[in-house]
């Protein structure tokens, strides 16, 4: 158990919709990290959040948005929802994660999402 | 891009030991280099890290190689539960020490 929690563990929707994904960060953790793993590809890293602040985007679709609250748990938007947007969505979490330096990410379990 | 180049599948018989290898010639002199494990679908699981020196926990050991263009990542005795992806990462500084992930290698412990 890596102490990251998502919620929920499995989401089915119909295209054109919008779901709130939620991942709270191990106590002590300040940046949260957010990844898409589509069907049998590797993490593609969407946005970090250190402190309630955006740090970086990576390939983060416009539809998409996150936010990290002041307790630190984030949530990740998806709108208008598309069939290709089905995939296992990863949280992370790391004490800091801001320059150089060793920064371990601890993963939490994952949220799969099921558009139809 | 990723910075690392892995083999893309590895066998292993169980109970030997199991040598991953991992290119990173490209390395800067204060990028880490972190290996993580993701069985199945699951989260991806943290194994070690490391910036010089050769490192070893209770899970593996990493053997970076003295110019740091290299480093292999060692289960001592696997066991079938080892049987995942490993991936080898290097943390960027021109990505905003994003983990960028490659393919990782599939090892697969044969019984």
């Known amino acids: 158990d890596s102490g990251v929690t998502q919620t929920p563990k499995h989401l089915i929707t119909a295209t054109g919709q919008r779901v709130t994904l939620r991942c709270s960060p191990r106590?002590?953790?300040?940046?949260v990290y957010w990844y898409q793993q589509s069907l049998d590809q590797g993490l593609q890293f969407l946005i970090h959040?250190?402190?309630?602040?955006?740090?970086a985007k990576g390939n983060i679709l416009e539809r998409f948005s996150a936010q990290q609250f002041p307790d630190l748990h984030s949530e990740l938007n998806l709108s208008s929802l598309e069939l290709g947007d089905s995939a296992l969505y990863f949280c992370?979490?790391?004490?800091?994660?801001?320059?150089?330096?060793?920064?371990?990410?601890?993963f939490g379990p994952g949220t799969r999402l099921t558009v139809l | 891009d990723a910075k690392t180049t892995q083999p893309t599948s590895m066998d292993c018989a169980e109970g030997r030991a199991a040598n991953l290898p991992c290119n990173h010639s490209?390395?800067?002199?204060?990028?880490?280099v972190y290996w993580y494990r993701q069985i199945h679908s699951q989260g991806p699981q943290y194994i070690i890290h490391?910036?010089?020196?050769?490192e070893t926990n209770e899970m593996a050991s990493l053997i970076i190689t003295e110019d740091r263009k290299s480093s292999t990542l060692i289960l001592p005795h696997a066991t079938l539960r080892d049987t995942a992806v490993y991936y080898c990462?290097?943390?960027?500084?021109?990505?905003?020490?994003?983990?960028?992930w490659g393919a990782g290698t599939k090892l697969i412990i044969k019984p």
């Open positions: 106590s002590g953790d300040l940046s």
């Open positions: 990462i290097v943390r960027v500084a021109d990505s905003n020490y994003q983990l960028i």
């Open positions: 490209t390395i800067s002199g204060n990028e880490y």
């Open positions: 959040y250190y402190n309630g602040e955006e740090r």
């Open positions: 992370a979490s790391s004490v800091e994660g801001i320059g150089p330096g060793s920064d371990t990410q601890y």
């Open positions: 490391g910036l010089k020196n050769n």
